[in-house]
């Protein structure tokens, strides 16, 4: 790689990396090319040469200026990295104000409505499979157009637009937060929170602070996921699969503490909730199907690592990775990068780091900036045996992948 870059042979340096398993989808995101346009380069049919172009594949692939002849890049100066390309550091929606003057109706209210809660459930389906990037610009802009329209509708029908205008945002929230950016997460679920609180939507008051409380859980904050997570629990009226949600989360707070016996107790009262029958599903624009018995012994799992019995987590997360249903590919990823961070904790390198390749390769599809930072607390555990080749080599393809998905979240 350094002798690509110091001949500035791109065709080198983008077949290195899709040897790697950076495809070069990713490689012409991250350096604002055409997917072709890599192709190309790759086959030796076009050459990068213009110092636009070298300055961008520079910034896009966090290459130091002085691999490629460059000058000190803004970035290096800055002891950070350049922002990933893509939509995932956008201004958060501006408030509401009754001063916007009122446009002409291109499209009726119930009738726009009534469209978005039927195609919902593709928008779960493709984050899902194929990562949040993938629904994040649709889904923005149904819920800009939701705020536009709210503005000058009234009644039931404005109270509608709200009620599922909540759901979207709180879904876009979740979507930024797959990306890493928790600013943006954090922005969407408070207007989430807002629009349940005007409705009185206490289910969805319910969901948006368990859904802050994993927030505050994925930052390292316990103490703020305890209280959320408990905040949660005591609204009125909620469903036992949002209330076991809300309880496993409160468990991951405990456990972050270190609080072993409180963590045990929740996670066990969420497993009961989880596997109650449920309330008919006539809502399909909040997916909690997720939430099963087998998702809380998952998340108790990741907590075992926590409170120093990997070997115990690593044969939860085996079991339950296999009758894991396909759909959730992203959350594959990241549970695999548990399993390997477990294997790794427990002192064993070789199946760590196998588990860690396979979550590797499906993160690079998805672009989760959450399996990334997962993958990164196991390649942290897995330093020690760095002279495993198996250990060795996942160890590169991990390095090059963060400079292509970026880095890992703040979690501050």
Not at 50 to 71: C, F, N, S
Not at 126 to 137: Q, S, T, V
Not at 250 to 268: I, M, P, S, V, Y
Not at 320 to 329: A, D, E, I, K, M
Request: charged share 25%.
């Amino acid at each position: 790689m350094i002798t690509a870059c110091r001949a500035r042979d791109f065709s080198a340096v983008f077949r290195l990396l899709k040897h790697a398993g950076i495809y070069p989808s990713l490689i012409a995101r991250a350096c604002d090319l055409t997917p072709s346009r890599v192709g190309e380069v790759i086959a030796g049919k076009r050459r990068i040469e213009k110092i636009d172009l070298v300055e961008r594949v520079a910034d896009g692939l966090r290459i130091p200026g002085h691999m490629l002849g460059l000058a000190t890049r803004p970035w290096e100066q800055q002891g950070g990295s350049p922002a990933p390309p893509g939509p995932t550091h956008r201004q958060p929606m501006p408030e509401a104000t009754s001063e916007r003057a009122a446009p002409r109706q291109l499209i009726e209210p119930e009738f726009f409505a009534a469209q978005i809660r039927t195609i919902m459930p593709s928008h779960y389906k493709a984050a899902n499979l194929f990562g949040a990037r993938h629904a994040l610009d649709p889904v923005e802009r149904h819920v800009r157009s939701i705020d536009r329209l709210q503005l000058h509708t009234f009644g039931p029908v404005r109270e509608d637009l709200l009620t599922l205008g909540a759901r979207m945002a709180e879904f876009l929230g979740w979507l930024y937060q797959d990306l890493g950016d928790f600013r943006q997460a954090a922005a969407w679920s408070d207007r989430a929170m807002e629009w349940s609180q005007e409705t009185g939507d206490d289910l969805m008051t319910s969901y948006v602070l368990f859904r802050k409380s994993n927030q505050a859980t994925a930052r390292r904050h316990p103490q703020q996921a305890v209280s959320l997570s408990r905040a949660a629990q005591r609204v009125p009226g909620v469903t036992p699969r949002i209330r076991a949600l809300a309880t496993q989360q409160e468990a991951q707070g405990h456990a972050l503490l270190g609080n072993t016996r409180f963590a045990q107790t929740k996670f066990d009262e969420a497993a009961e909730l989880a596997a109650a029958p449920d309330e008919p599903e006539d809502d399909a624009a909040l997916d909690t199907a997720y939430c099963t018995p087998t998702y809380v012994e998952m998340q108790r799992a990741n907590c075992w690592i926590e409170l120093g019995e990997p070997e115990r987590a690593a044969r939860v997360f085996e079991t339950g990775l296999v009758t894991l249903p396909q759909v959730y590919r992203n959350d594959h990823g990241v549970y695999l990068s548990r399993l390997a961070r477990a294997y790794a904790t427990a002192g064993e390198p070789e199946q760590g780091a196998a588990a860690a390749d396979r979550a590797l390769s499906i993160a690079l599809d998805t672009e989760s900036a959450r399996a990334l930072a997962e993958l990164t607390a196991a390649g942290n555990a897995l330093m020690s045996w760095s002279d495993v080749p198996a250990v060795a080599e996942f160890s590169a393809r991990l390095s090059l992948a963060r400079s292509v998905i970026g880095p890992r979240p703040s979690l501050s």
